[in-house]
T-cell receptor, first 114, second 113 residues
């Protein structure tokens, strides 16, 4: 079946612009995660949804970062007033309720802030 | 807090020779441990997972890993490297939260002909 998809795959933004990154999880997966992967580093947890509820946003680096999943399926990560340090690959993952650690990742969105 | 340390940032092997990617973990309880692989411009793929069953875990593409509690290690091995194994490998431990994953910094595997 279809895996996790993300769009756009690449995004270039000028500093100060707002961006929105989309994630389509695997159908039926109630859990959805966002991670940030800086160049040469491992991914770092940003936020977690179970269905439409955002249960953990402790990894969001600032209040410029906002995530939503209004209908419990597609999720959007929004970054306001982008800064150069926001340049990274943003990864989305989903998992089933019973196996939260068995996460399936999308290809990521590479964000470059100029 | 749960964390992992990948002991090598780069590993180079010849095609057909064994692969060893080293990982040590730190955990206050028996963790779940994983290895993920990331090929260029592709998503992370789960290679294998340890969740307190058998200590020797077999994964996809001939990879396996052994959980050694006494050494707090979870090294990834493969008997014979293939060119297609060249990629970035991440050792991952389950976090305190019950759902978030804590990734190591990654090991870049180069396979030479």
């Amino acid at each position: 079946g279809a895996g996790v998809s993300q769009s756009p795959r690449y995004k270039v933004a000028k500093r100060g612009q707002d961006v929105a990154l989309r994630c389509d999880p695997i159908s039926g997966h109630v859990s959805l995660f966002w991670y940030q992967q800086a160049l040469g580093q491992g991914p770092e947890f940003l936020t977690y949804f179970q269905n439409e509820a955002q249960l953990d946003k402790s990894g969001l680096p600032s209040d410029r970062f906002f995530a939503e999943r209004p209908e419990g399926s597609v999720s959007t990560l929004k970054i306001q007033r982008t800064q150069q340090e926001d340049s990274a690959v943003y990864l989305c993952a989903s998992s089933s309720r019973n196996l939260p650690y068995e996460q399936y990742f999308g290809p990521g969105t590479r964000l470059t802030v100029t | 807090a749960q964390s992992v340390t990948q002991l090598d940032s780069h590993v180079s092997v010849s095609e057909g020779t064994p692969v060893l990617l080293r990982c040590n973990y730190s955990s206050s309880y028996s963790p779940s441990l994983f290895w993920y692989v990331q090929h260029p411009n592709k998503g992370l793929q789960l290679l294998l997972k340890y969740t307190s069953a058998a200590t020797l875990v077999k994964g996809i593409n001939g990879f396996e890993a052994e959980f050694k509690k006494s050494e707090t290690s979870f090294h990834l091995t493969k008997p014979s490297a293939h060119m297609s194994d060249a990629a970035e490998y991440f050792c991952v431990v389950s976090g305190d939260s019950g759902y978030a994953l804590n990734f190591g910094k990654g090991t870049s595997l180069l396979v030479t002909p």
